[in-house]
């Protein structure tokens, strides 16, 4: 299982007295998913001081329900934007190669049930491997009917003339955002989740900081710092409209940045895809695409892409969407799934970036699917991306600061070949993530795990009493939802299950922390994971 090597532990209450010292940061960031770990993952790296505060949990938002790709953007290369397609897969190599116990190849195979689209998609997909050159997973291959049967049983057989075969990867996000912010930690970044920035100060009219408050105890907080990152996700423009009527001396709305859109995943068990390759439908009937991807011993099946007003913590899913997912998945698999199949529906809102006039600098450029706006008064906001191009997205931030003169210029690309935790050698190869969790989730930390009380106490297949204590211990849990959402990933894949489990895992939770679990909150979420709209 490899060396057993230290862990920071994440005392909440220990978090909490460090951020209650009088210390001026050189960067303070709003925002625990994707990109906001990004950045203080790299600003750690460089030697910057870095406190970083959530409001809720580590990627409780948009950046624990992606449909779980590591991708370059074949959908991207069909539109000619060839710049952010190969920036893409030079990022997905880099995200393979620090995190493999988190984030893997894995090949898809696209059907044809026409006779144009094997070799129309198929020349397509061999562009996208002459774009990835030397980072690429595996040679794109065209496949016979019987080939693409083979490889993929479960395929819907009426009218299949053959497939194409390609490769991307997939990941573990929850567990990747963990993984981020314990690494920036060990880098010496202080992370705090439940921790709600509410306001920004100021000096001579300049951002000098934040206002924030422990949405447990109720505690109010000042944190010092040179520069401020607005990485909220879909909800950034709540702190630049706050910003923008404290700033503009004409006292004018700040218009909004963000353009919420909905992608709805649906899990059902693996017997309906019976293969470890993913299916991809490029085009379906109305023109959208389709993934059914093999992941942690299940099937999801997604995705969609709707327009939405409101920014709900947990957006329901449309009927719309639901019967679409499930109505061509139907059309592609030999098995049709129905509403009675599914083990948990769950809905990501993604921030499409709108384009902005007069308020500030946009960075946004063609190779860019995010943005990097800063403020007349230094605030700087980042959103849009994906999180293939994290780590890129973290760099642009840092220029951008360093531009502005809100940070002192240093080297870049100390991320490049940075591995995270729990990359370290665990004696063998990694387990693959289309298997069910388990102990090989934790890579070269499972010798760490498995010291901890109750390493033979199953709560259920893949969870034992110590991967509990583990996430409370080392992965800032305090609540059932911490653990079961994002720490092991049961809820987003089977949440009657993870509802039956909230009493037994808060007991625990609260044996660790002292701090109330949220058992009932819970068990009430896991019910909204099971609702689907009819």
């Known amino acids: 299982m490899g060396i057993l090597k230290p862990a920071l ?19 303070a960031i709003v925002g625990g998913g994707a990109t906001g770990l990004g950045v203080a993952l790299d600003a750690a790296a460089r030697g910057f001081s870095v406190v970083l505060v959530e409001s809720h949990d580590f990627a409780k938002g948009t950046s624990s329900r992606s449909t779980k790709l590591v991708h370059g953007g074949v959908r991207y290369l069909a539109q000619g934007n060839i710049s952010l397609v190969r920036e893409a897969l030079h990022e997905r190599t880099t995200l393979l190669s620090n995190a493999p116990h988190l984030a893997q190849p894995l090949a898809f195979i696209m059907p044809s049930y026409k006779w144009w689209e094997t070799p129309f998609y198929g020349i397509g997909l061999k562009m996208y491997d002459a774009l990835a050159g030397k980072a690429g997973l595996g040679a794109t291959e065209f496949l016979s009917r019987a080939e693409t049967l083979a490889a993929l049983p479960t395929a819907q057989p009426d009218g299949l003339k053959g497939g194409v075969k390609y ?6 996000d929850a567990r990747l955002a963990l993984a981020l912010a314990r690494t920036a930690a060990s880098h010496g970044a202080l992370l705090v989740n439940y921790c709600r920035a509410d306001d920004l100060l100021y000096e001579d009219g300049k951002i000098a900081g934040l206002k924030c408050v422990d949405t447990q105890s109720g505690r109010q907080y000042c944190i010092n710092a040179r520069c ?9 423009d709540e702190l630049r409209q706050k910003d923008g009527a404290t700033s503009s001396l004409e006292r004018r709305a ?13 899990v059902v068990d693996k017997e309906f895809l019976q293969a470890d390759v993913g299916l991809m439908v490029p085009k379906t009937a109305d023109g959208r695409v389709l993934f059914a991807v ?19 913590r947990e957006p329901m899913p449309f009927k719309e969407e639901v019967d679409f997912i499930l109505s061509e998945s139907a059309r592609y698999l030999r098995r049709a799934p129905s509403r009675s199949d599914v083990k948990s529906v769950w809905v990501g809102l993604r921030p499409l970036v709108k384009p902005q006039d007069d308020d500030g600098e946009s960075t946004k450029g063609l190779s860019r699917e995010h943005t990097v706006l800063v403020s007349r008064s230094g605030l700087v906001t980042v959103t849009g991306g994906k999180w293939t191009t994290y780590r890129a997205m973290a760099e642009d931030v840092l220029d951008k600061c360093v531009e502005r003169g809100l940070l002192k210029p240093s ?25 069910a969790p388990g102990l090989h989730s934790y890579g070269s930390e499972q010798a760490l795990v498995q010291s901890l009380p109750g390493a033979d106490v199953l709560l259920c297949a893949g969870l034992t009493h110590a991967m509990v204590r583990f996430a409370a211990r080392y992965e800032y849990a305090i609540k059932v939802e911490d653990v079961l959402a994002r720490r092991s990933r049961l809820l987003f894949l089977d949440a009657r299950l993870a509802g039956s489990l909230a009493a037994q895992v808060g007991e625990i939770l609260l044996n660790e922390t002292g701090i109330n679990p949220e058992v009932a909150e819970f068990t009430a979420l896991a019910e909204h994971y099971l609702t689907l709209p009819y």
């Open 228 to 236: 401020v990152v607005n990485a909220a996700g879909v909800w950034v």
């Open 411 to 435: 080297p870049k690309g100390v991320t490049t070949h940075l591995k995270l935790v729990g990359a370290g050698d665990a004696g063998g190869k990694a387990h693959s993530i289309c298997l």
């Open 254 to 266: 700040t218009p909004a940045m963000v353009a919420p859109s909905q992608g709805v995943h649906i």
């Open 167 to 172: 490769w991307d990867g997939q990941f573990d």
């Open 294 to 312: 093999p992941w942690l011993g299940k099937v999801i099946l997604g995705t969609t892409d709707t327009p939405r007003n409101d920014l709900d």
């Open 9 to 27: 532990f994440t005392r909440r209450d220990a978090l909490l007295d460090r951020l209650a010292q009088r210390h001026v940061y050189d960067l």
